[in-house]
């Protein structure tokens, strides 16, 4: 019989990885829409998420308050130093599970869809064992 304090330990990680995936989506999605516009703006992000300005405007606040971007009414949003850190992380993590999931016959679609599920939740270490994979190219039997 499994102790009650060690089943506990991979509930606890996955609510601290809840807790951080809206940080990490929306961190990205400044970065791609930056990279893509040059500026991005509560509308923009609205509009990538289907979400209303104000849930943007909520969350924004909460990055800002946590470091992650700066943001001045009528303003772009911008990431600091540590968003833009957490925005190369998170695309990386995101990048590896698409490329992944692809490389063991996942259609494009699926792979677009579970990745952006998975990235939250997969561990350091089989983020790594993902990456050797698919670096090594190999097929599954």
């Given at each position: 019989m499994v102790e009650p304090k060690s089943q506990s330990t991979p509930h606890r990680r996955t609510r601290n990885d809840h807790a951080t995936e809206t940080a990490e989506d929306y961190v990205e999605a400044v970065a791609d829409i930056i990279d893509a516009k040059e500026s991005c703006r509560v509308g923009d992000l609205a509009k990538r998420f289907a979400v209303s300005h104000v849930t943007v405007s909520r969350i924004i606040r909460r990055l800002q308050s946590e470091g992650l971007v700066n943001?001045?009414?009528?303003?772009?949003?911008?990431?600091?130093?540590?968003?833009?850190?957490?925005?190369?992380?998170s695309k990386l993590r995101h990048e590896i599970v698409h490329d992944f999931l692809l490389s063991i016959g996942v259609d494009e679609t699926t792979a677009m869809i579970d990745s952006e599920g998975i990235e939250h939740h997969v561990s350091p270490k089989t983020l790594k064992a993902m990456q050797r994979f698919v670096q090594n190219d190999k097929t599954l039997p």
């Open positions: 943001t001045q009414p009528y303003r772009p949003i911008q990431l600091t130093a540590k968003g833009k850190r957490l925005a190369v992380q």
